[in-house]
């Protein structure tokens, strides 16, 4: 299969060879077809197959997801206004109940972790074998982020960022700017946070911060210029990172230096030509050399050379 005939908007990978997309696909569905599709690869990227029993985006209520997320070969987990289950790397799928709208989960080491979004909003906790959720006390946010067994909330509405080291106790450290937007982990200690200003005419003025010690304290660096809106981040060492913007005229923003520069990389496809892509609003790595970068919006189609 091949990726270009689905429009990928979620991805989560297992290794820098093993992963799996979820979205819809690009051409016109027919009323009461399916219209979200899982697809897989295990050789980073180069080849797809779409796994078969997956949910498809009519078996949301709302036809409204958030993502997908596979704790390893079998436990994987599609999420929204329902989250779905699969132990058997996706040939069968059920349903688990959820105190509302999941809005984001993460997996690691064995554990499960999603902010739920609604009138029990909060973060609740699970394991992958058994994701039964439940709430963690006091603790909420809008951004997760998990390495290792390490947590870590951001609340960007009131500027704390909540971290635990076991999963279990959490404390709140205060993020070093206003307006957090996006937070990132390359290790169970370092950790990088960007944040923005009130934007408009596509820029945005940003700031950014690095910390060595799980949020204790903060390291000012060098921030990316104001172009464009800040949709994610991540890192795949403290040196290297990436964020994906909107308005970004195709480009992807990243530092090899730890944020002392900055610079937009072109996204390309196997030909070699960019992408005419303006937004990259999901990037993530897979090692210090790989990674993925997902379009708001399919990129367009190129007729074959005649």
């Known amino acids: 299969m091949a990726l270009s005939t689905l429009h990928p908007q979620s991805a989560t990978f297992i290794s820098p060879a093993h992963g799996w997309v979820y979205g819809s696909p690009r051409c016109a569905v027919p009323f009461g077809s399916p219209q979200a599709e899982l697809a897989e690869t295990k050789d980073r990227g180069r080849t797809w197959h779409l796994v078969p029993g997956a949910p498809s985006r009519n078996s949301y209520s709302a036809n409204h997801f958030s993502g997908v997320r596979f704790a390893n070969a079998?436990?994987?987990?599609?999420?929204?206004?329902?989250?779905?289950?699969?132990?058997?790397?996706?040939?069968?799928?059920?349903?688990?109940?959820?105190?509302?709208?999941?809005d984001s989960l993460e997996v690691s080491d064995g554990k499960l972790?999603?902010?739920?979004?609604?009138?029990?909003?909060?973060?609740?906790?699970?394991?992958?074998?058994?994701?039964?959720?439940?709430?963690?006390?006091?603790?909420?946010?809008?951004?997760?982020?998990?390495?290792?067994?390490?947590?870590?909330?951001?609340?960007?509405?009131?500027?704390?960022?909540?971290?635990?080291?076991?999963?279990?106790?959490?404390?709140?450290?205060?993020?070093?700017?206003?307006?957090?937007?996006?937070?990132?982990?390359?290790?169970?200690?370092?950790?990088?946070?960007?944040?923005?200003?009130?934007?408009?005419?596509?820029?945005?003025?940003?700031?950014?911060?690095?910390?060595?010690?799980?949020?204790?304290?903060?390291?000012?660096?060098?921030?990316?210029?104001?172009?464009?809106?800040?949709?994610?981040?991540?890192?795949?060492?403290?040196?290297?990172l990436a964020f994906g913007i909107e308005r970004g005229s195709g480009a992807v923003t990243m530092t090899h230096d730890g944020g002392r520069t900055w610079k937009r990389v072109p996204v390309k496809d196997p030909a070699g030509a960019s992408l005419q892509v303006e937004d990259w609003t999901s990037v993530g790595f897979t090692d210090q050399n790989h990674g993925f970068a997902l379009p708001s919006t399919p990129p367009p189609r190129v007729p074959p050379s005649r």
């Open 113 to 240: 972790f999603a902010l739920i979004a609604g009138p029990k909003h909060g973060l609740f906790s699970a394991t992958t074998a058994d994701p039964t959720l439940v709430r963690v006390p006091s603790v909420d946010g809008d951004i997760l982020v998990l390495h290792g067994r390490t947590v870590s909330v951001v609340d960007s509405l009131d500027g704390r960022v909540w971290r635990s080291i076991d999963g279990r106790h959490f404390s709140p450290v205060r993020a070093p700017c206003s307006g957090p937007s996006a937070l990132t982990a390359w290790s169970d200690s370092g950790l990088a946070l960007i944040c923005g200003a009130p934007a408009g005419l596509g820029e945005e003025p940003k700031s950014f911060f690095v910390s060595l010690d799980g949020g204790a304290h903060w390291l000012p660096r060098t921030a990316p210029d104001d172009f464009g809106y800040i949709d994610s981040l991540s890192a795949a060492s403290a040196e290297d």
């Open 74 to 102: 079998k436990d994987g987990f599609i999420y929204g206004d329902k989250l779905y289950v699969t132990h058997d790397g996706g040939t069968t799928w059920a349903t688990k109940s959820t105190p509302g709208f999941v």
